[in-house]
Antibody, heavy 124, light 113 residues
Framework: QVRLVQSGAEVRKPGASVTISCKAA????????IHWVRQAPGQRPEWMGW????????KYSYKLQGRVTITRDNYATTVYMGLNRLRFDDTAVYFC?????????????????WGHGTLVTVSS | DIMMTQSPDSLAVSLGERATINCRSS????????????LAWYQQKSGQSPKLLIS???TRESGVPDRFSGSGSGTDFTLTINSLQAEDVAIYYC?????????FGQGTRLDIK
């Protein structure tokens, strides 16, 4: 079964950093792009960024530029999303999601497979 | 950023009836090179991840019931759910993936009347 498996819930204080992992099951992670999307309680999803897992190149939302970093491990089996200088309004569920088209080298895809989500709570 | 605006914010429809959700983008999402609309629809049930229903404005994803259909062009799009079933209760989002950042509508909450 094709799915994305994310790491567990995190609690951080304001100003701290968090890293969430995303692993593929049932397909080769490097065959598709991976996007990160977050959703604050009761809000619409917000796109954060994308990585071409094969090549390693990335794009980020300008709203998060400088605070978000998306990487993959050397074997392209796991993708990571790091967010630093956390603020209270970063409290959200964070999803990794697969781009629709195989071997697509740009970020302009809808998202056909979503991880289960990782709750990040920023609290003092 | 391309702004996505859905209407209505919520609606209640009787079982077996039709539900219609609209989505408007602040600029065209039609790509000149391939004449495809970079517009998707998602269903999100309570406590779950979004599920892709429709891509390219009108292409139903594999496994999605054929009572779901997408239509529209340019900046105005519609998701139609025929013969509403109880399991269709959810929030529905449109999304443009024409430009970065990809953006979502505010969502339409669909309930049973």
């Amino acid at each position: 079964q094709v799915r994305l498996v994310q790491s567990g819930a995190e609690v951080r204080k304001p100003g701290a950093s968090v890293t969430i992992s995303c692993k593929a099951a049932g397909y080769t992670l490097s065959d598709y792009g991976i996007h990160w999307v977050r959703q604050a309680p009761g809000q619409r999803p917000e796109w954060m960024g994308w990585i071409n897992v094969d090549k390693g190149n990335t794009k980020y939302s300008y709203k998060l530029q400088g605070r978000v970093t998306i990487t993959r491990d050397n074997y392209a089996t796991t993708v990571y999303m790091g967010l630093n200088r956390l603020r209270f309004d970063d409290t959200a569920v964070y999803f990794c999601a697969r781009g629709l088209r195989k071997d697509n080298h740009d970020s302009f895809d809808p998202f056909d497979i979503w991880g289960h989500g990782t709750l990040v709570t920023v609290s003092s | 950023d391309i702004m996505m605006t859905q209407s209505p914010d919520s609606l209640a429809v009787s079982l077996g009836e039709r539900a219609t959700i609209n989505c408007r983008s602040s600029q065209s999402v039609l790509h000149d090179s391939n004449k495809r609309h970079y517009l998707a629809w998602y269903q999100q049930k309570s406590g779950q991840s979004p599920k892709l229903l429709i891509s390219w404005a009108s292409t139903r994803e594999s496994g999605v019931p054929d009572r779901f259909s997408g239509s529209g062009s340019g900046t105005d799009f519609t998701l139609t759910i025929n013969s509403l079933q109880a399991e269709d209760v959810a929030i529905y989002y449109c999304q443009q993936y024409y430009s970065t950042p990809q953006t979502f509508g505010q969502g339409t909450r669909l309930d049973i009347k």
